[in-house]
């Protein structure tokens, strides 16, 4: 099937235009597929609700809640959105946002899209939804450095996945906090389990991933929680528990200080219904 250069498909609920870049959330229906085809400019893609599937060359993504995808000029993928459909907000990226990433040495980390699993991704892209629901005329500044702050976090997040792994231990350490976040784990239990020092370990691991060891797995129990959220009825201290929160108002405190919302607000957060 040919390929061709379109706009964004999907119901547009609004739009806004700044210099350097838009913003625009769009609604997609219950198993809507959008035709192979690709974009003019570079852009970011959020993924407030639903999932769908896309394919890109040899490439199959399933992506989800919270999600957040680089995509770059010129890419050719299709969509198949599941069974809930999907609400998806956009940033395109225009010439002066990219330039300015030229200027700073970084072009080399947007050459290609990245699917990008970050909790700090996720939670800039909800507070600029937030920022775009209550406009009011501080939203523009607020606006612009928050997708300046997600465009340098995506950026950080795919050159430290490129990078090369350097030393096996510190890869299987980061396995191990993705596999047993929900467990008490300690910095020397990590250190045990990677044979070094452990402040050999905090030193490596902050310069390779920008973050402490706790931070990330802060980042985990976040992301896992935010999902369970936005994709379960399961009570609120499950999701605590099952989470690695240590109960119910250690999840409340966190997700209020993450997304600005209580987990309850956050959950019932009213979206427009799909049609």
Request: charge should be positive.
């Amino acid at each position: 099937m040919r390929s061709n250069t379109v706009a964004f498909s999907g119901r547009e609920l609004g739009r806004r235009e700044f210099p350097s870049f838009f913003v625009f959330e769009s609604l997609y229906r219950p198993n809507q597929s959008i035709p192979r085809h690709s974009h003019q400019q570079t852009y970011i893609s959020i993924v407030l609700r639903g999932s769908y599937t896309e394919e890109c060359g040899p490439t199959s993504w399933d992506c989800e809640t919270g999600q957040t995808i680089l995509h770059v000029a010129g890419e050719c993928h299709s969509d198949r959105f599941h069974k809930n459909g999907g609400q998806i907000l956009n940033l395109e990226l225009l010439p002066p946002i990219l330039t300015r990433l030229n200027e700073c040495d970084s072009a080399r980390a947007i050459d290609s899209r990245t699917l990008c699993k970050s909790s700090h991704a996720m939670q800039l892209g909800l507070r600029i939804h937030k920022e775009i629901s209550g406009f009011d005329p501080c939203s523009p500044l607020a606006i612009e450095g928050l997708t300046l702050e997600l465009v340098a976090e995506v950026v950080r997040h795919r050159k430290t996945r490129l990078s090369p792994n350097g030393c096996e231990w510190l890869t299987k350490v980061t396995e191990i906090l993705h596999d047993k976040f929900q467990q008490p784990i300690t910095l020397s239990e990590l250190a045990a389990a990677a044979s070094v020092h452990p402040v050999h370990l905090a030193r490596s691991f902050r310069k390779r991933y920008l973050c402490s060891v706790g931070d990330y797995l802060r980042k985990l129990r976040i992301e896992a929680a935010c999902h369970a959220l936005l994709n379960s009825d399961a009570p609120m201290v499950e999701i605590a528990l099952r989470c690695g929160f240590s109960d119910q108002s250690h999840l409340c405190r966190t997700i209020k200080q993450y997304t600005g919302m209580s987990p309850r607000h956050f959950r019932r957060a009213r979206f427009p219904k799909l049609s």
